[in-house]
């Protein structure tokens, strides 16, 4: 049976909280955990979430053995074999297509479906094709399914038109096993980035460079196993820290990387949200009235287009005119119709938002219509007067691990019920 979440918006938040491993980490180190040879690898901090299990389904389907124990993951790819991955489990999100850096990597063939995930508008996957291609795979696309080959996968040089998270995490896990020398150049540099090459490095691979713009692989014959802790996710670190800036009292975040939320707390701060930065922690406490601000999404380390939604609903809370631009997903502006419902005054244009606040906003029933708008939403449920329902919850569940209990340990007014009860 289906089911929705209800808030009980304006309770104060009190207490602490913790960030779960990062999830557009895990999904890549899922996938790269196959290219082990020899061993088990052992990963640590694993978020609860769907996307884990849509991963752990194509694992078992491709023959290694998963145990899954609290938030330790171990994949042992010891007698795995390569077959088509073409079942709903692909579909269910978008990192299903890091199997195809690694399988391609392993056995020099792979055959999937299409990816699926978040509708943001048109999300195309040319870079990664064009990557495996430059190291002398063909590719083709029949009845639904890709089928990418190659008698030898040699290192080449590739020069990425668009600095792509997921282009560049594919090609590293393709050119792992490739012979020589592989260039990525303006590859993407998020933190994600760095953790996946970290663990493969500590696996044998030799790659040199990630979290700049240009990554060399040098291609080895074998990887280890390896225990590899995952980063802590940035992206729902900066959601708690925009429902904390919205209605905490007093509200410690644990588990953070404050480095990795630069733009974020520089927008907060400049918003009048009062913050004591940690090593590891975050502490927010109540504002004196939050002033309107501009932002513009940026690849890393300029502001994520994964919090411009969540920080789209704060923002209808401060006092004056914020522009919020989006240079990553034109499209990813779902979310507005959705505030419009609860009362926010918001005009949209082409890539870009225009929010006048403060306007008071009221609980309704509205519809996650993604991940991250998912997450807007809850915001907006937690500072809305009345009660407000949000349906297709399931896309919050791919990304935000036991979500509802961990606001109600703040003092949040939030359940699930069944849909329709
Ligand atoms: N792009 C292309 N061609 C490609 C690949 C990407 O034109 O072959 C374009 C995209 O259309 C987009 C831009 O390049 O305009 C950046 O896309 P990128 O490839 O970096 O995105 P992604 O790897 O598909 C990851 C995250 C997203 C996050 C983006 C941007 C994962 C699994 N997903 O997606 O996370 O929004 O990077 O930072 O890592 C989320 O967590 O809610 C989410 C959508």
């Known amino acids: 049976m289906s089911e929705v979440?209800?808030?009980?918006?304006?309770?104060?938040?009190?207490?602490?909280?913790?960030?779960?491993?990062?999830?557009?980490?895990?999904?890549?180190?899922?996938?790269?955990?196959?290219?082990?040879t020899r061993e088990k690898v052992t990963i640590y901090g694993v978020?609860?979430?769907?996307?884990?299990?849509?991963?752990?389904?194509?694992?078992?389907?491709?023959?290694?053995?998963?145990?899954?124990?609290?938030?330790?993951?171990?994949?042992?790819?010891?007698?795995?074999?390569?077959?088509?991955?073409?079942?709903?489990?692909?579909?269910?999100?978008?990192a299903s297509y890091y199997f195809m850096g690694a399988l391609l990597g392993k056995y020099k063939e792979v055959q999937m479906m299409m990816p699926g995930g978040c509708y943001l508008g048109p999300r195309p996957i040319d870079l990664h094709l064009k990557g495996f291609e430059a190291l002398g795979a063909t590719v083709k696309f029949e009845n639904g399914n890709y089928i990418i080959k190659a008698e030898q996968l040699i290192g080449n040089k590739i020069y990425l038109d668009v600095s792509s998270v997921g282009?560049?995490?594919?090609?590293?896990?393709?050119?792992?096993?490739?012979?020589?020398?592989?260039t990525i150049e303006n590859a993407a540099k998020e933190p994600e980035i760095i953790d996946v090459a970290n663990m493969l490095t500590r696996m044998g691979a030799q790659i040199r460079g990630a979290g700049t713009s240009v990554i060399t692989i040098e291609g080895v014959e074998t990887l280890n196993g390896v225990q590899h802790e995952i980063i802590p996710d940035r992206i729902v670190a900066g959601t708690y820290l925009i429902m904390?800036?919205?209605?905490?009292?007093?509200?410690?975040?644990?588990?953070?990387?404050?480095?990795?939320?630069?733009?974020?707390?520089?927008?907060?701060?400049?918003?009048?949200?009062?913050?004591?930065?940690?090593?590891d922690t975050i502490r927010v406490k109540e504002h004196n009235g939050l002033?309107?601000?501009?932002?513009?999404?940026?690849?890393?380390?300029?502001?994520?287009?994964?919090?411009?939604q969540p920080l789209t609903t704060l923002l209808t809370q401060a006092q004056g005119q914020s522009l919020v631009k989006e240079t990553i997903y034109a499209e990813r502006f779902k979310h507005v119709q959705e505030l419009h419902r609860m009362g926010a005054s918001i005009q949209l244009a082409?890539?870009?938002?225009?929010?006048?606040?403060?306007?008071?906003?009221?609980?309704?029933?509205?519809?996650?219509?993604?991940?991250?708008?998912?997450a807007a939403l809850i915001v907006a449920g937690l500072i809305a007067k009345g009660t407000t329902t949000v349906d297709n919850i399931y896309h919050i569940d791919r990304g935000y691990d036991r979500i509802d209990e961990k606001l109600r340990d703040l003092g949040a007014v939030i359940y699930r019920v069944p849909k329709d009860s």
């Open 244 to 279: 904390a800036a919205a209605i905490a009292e007093d509200v410690l975040i644990e588990n953070i990387i404050p480095h990795h939320l630069e733009a974020l707390i520089s927008k907060l701060e400049e918003m009048g949200v009062k913050m004591e930065v940690g090593v």
């Open 350 to 374: 082409t890539a870009q938002a225009t929010i006048n606040g403060p306007t008071e906003l009221s609980g309704n029933l509205v519809t996650a219509t993604d991940l991250r708008c998912g």
């Open 47 to 94: 978020p609860y979430i769907d996307d884990v299990d849509s991963l752990i389904e194509l694992l078992e389907e491709l023959n290694c053995e998963v145990t899954q124990q609290d938030d330790t993951l171990i994949i042992d790819p010891i007698n795995m074999k390569n077959v088509p991955l073409v079942s709903k489990a692909v579909n269910k999100l978008r």
């Open 5 to 36: 979440i209800k808030i009980e918006g304006q309770h104060k938040l009190n207490g602490s909280i913790k960030v779960s491993g990062s999830k557009n980490t895990t999904v890549a180190l899922i996938p790269a955990a196959v290219l082990s």
């Open 291 to 308: 002033e309107a601000v501009d932002i513009q999404t940026q690849p890393y380390p300029g502001f994520a287009t994964d919090l411009q």
């Open 167 to 182: 282009a560049t995490i594919n090609i590293m896990l393709a050119a792992v096993y490739a012979t020589g020398k592989t």
